[in-house]
């Protein structure tokens, strides 16, 4: 008797070759009867195909056309309800399939897991950033999202989607990124499973989306406010379209808006006025952090609204940093900034 489908890993790649066959081997050395995996290369032009082909795994070449189409094209591909877009870069942990099935069921709408940091060498960075909690919710979340527009969640490879959820990137036309809206519409459709065990492998690099935005770069800033605020009116739309019938946010007034508009403030030679820096204070206390990380931004803004700017635009750097911030370092960015740098 065959084996009912339950989970589609689709591993979209354009130009890892260096990374691919990695992240390949990392699922089929652990793939199920009940999984489906398929590799699809965006057109890639580094010899990704031949590493793919050689993996002797399911796989289709189409012509460039971004991440989000690479990923429809899997989605057309594949039958399982529950589906997970790894990226090519990325890789699953011994033993995080069996994790995964055993939380699935038909409620489940998103499941997320924890990654672990690494390099471009594989070598260990640090765990997971963000640290997830484990929990199992739905209103609770939804409520929360209905408020702030977010929720604490992996990048693209620690979540998996129920198919429904998966399929509203073909409505995203406003960025390339796969996860965005459809991380913070899970819970208005289903519930959301929470994992803190790190079961899958974050590769941090230079080629990688998340390090393709200069830190001082005023411009990479006002791009992402924009495309978030799109993100977040696309969420309104599909909240309401799923039956919310509560409030929902102002994608203008939420913390990461407010956050990323004081940023863009200071990194564009300006000093913060109250107008920018009282708002997001208050933001910030919607946030579901502890005490003392809340204290520590509202001093990081405090300081970055009154500091010459160079040192504020230092500050901004090191809070934007992917990984090895503390409070030390922090004080140590202070004492040792230049005050006359500016941003470029």
Same mark, same amino acid.
């Given at each position: 008797? *065959?084996? *009912? ?20 081997? #990392? ?6 009867? @009940? ?8 057109? #890639?032009? @580094?010899?990704?195909? #031949? ?67 690494? @390099? ?57 990124? =796969? ?9 208005? *459709? ?47 739309? =599909? ?16 913390? =990461? ?76 960015? =202070? ?10």
């Amino acid at each position: 008797m *065959t084996q *009912t489908i339950k989970l589609a890993i689709i591993v979209p790649c354009y130009n890892y070759g260096d990374y691919v066959g990695e992240a390949i081997a #990392s699922v089929a050395s652990q793939l199920r009867d @009940d999984c489906e995996l398929i590799v699809i290369d965006d057109g #890639s032009t @580094d010899g990704s195909w #031949s590493v793919i082909s050689d993996a002797g795994v399911r796989a289709v070449r189409i012509s460039n056309g971004g991440a989000i189409g690479a990923c429809v094209a899997g989605l057309d591909l594949t039958t399982a309800p529950h589906v997970l877009f790894l990226d090519a870069d990325d890789k699953l942990k011994p033993g995080a399939l069996d994790a995964i099935l055993s939380r699935l069921d038909p409620e489940v709408a998103k499941l997320q897991f924890a990654l672990t940091r690494i @390099d471009a060498r594989g070598e260990w960075i640090s765990g997971a950033v963000p640290a997830l909690d484990d929990y199992r919710e739905r209103e609770a979340l939804a409520v929360r999202v209905a408020k702030t527009g977010v929720y604490r969640s992996p990048p693209t490879s620690g979540n998996v989607f129920r198919r429904d959820v998966a399929d509203l990137i073909r409505e995203i036309d406003y960025e390339r990124y =796969v996860d965005g809206v459809l991380l913070y519409a899970a819970p208005f *459709t289903g519930d959301v499973v929470s994992v803190s065990e790190e079961l899958g492998c974050y590769r941090v690099h230079g080629r990688n989306v998340a390090n393709t935005v200069h830190k001082s770069d005023a411009v990479g800033i006002r791009n992402n406010v924009e495309r978030f605020i799109k993100r977040m009116e696309h969420l309104k739309v =599909v909240a309401r379209r799923l039956g919310w019938e509560g409030d929902l946010f102002d994608p203008h007034d939420v913390f =990461v808006t407010r956050e990323r508009k004081f940023y863009l403030e200071v990194v564009s030679g300006r000093r913060p006025s109250l107008s920018c820096l009282v708002p997001l204070l208050v933001r910030l206390t919607d946030e579901r952090l502890e005490a003392k990380n809340k204290l520590g931004l509202a001093a990081l803004f405090v300081l970055a609204a009154v500091l010459p700017n160079g040192r504020a635009t230092v500050l901004i750097n090191y809070r934007l940093k992917i990984t090895g911030r503390s409070a030390t370092g922090f004080l140590r960015e =202070v004492a040792t900034s230049n005050p006359r740098a500016r941003a470029p």
